[in-house]
């Protein structure tokens, strides 16, 4: 599936596993509940970026909609 969906093999999957330290490749959470990492990808190039947790791949899934939503995020916390 891995091969077909993302052009990875299961060996490119782990192998960015070990890469990423057996976590999420923004947040670093190591999946201790047992989820997959998903595979995040351009959804234009296909070009895989990396293995995310789910919060963060939908996460980079709606800012990549709109980028000035992060903006937006980063005011409304008073995190600038």
């Known amino acids: ?16 596993l070990v890469k990423q330290h057996g976590g999420c490749a923004i947040c670093g959470d190591n999946n201790a509940k047992g989820d997959k990492l998903v595979v995040d990808h351009d959804h234009e190039t296909g070009i895989v970026r990396g293995l995310l947790c789910i919060k963060c791949n939908v996460f980079v899934g709606k800012l990549s909609k709109n980028i000035h939503l992060l903006d937006k995020m980063l005011d409304y916390a008073n995190l600038r």
Do not use: F, P
């Open 1 to 16: 599936m891995l091969k077909y969906r993302y052009g990875i093999t299961t060996q490119e999957y782990a192998d960015l």
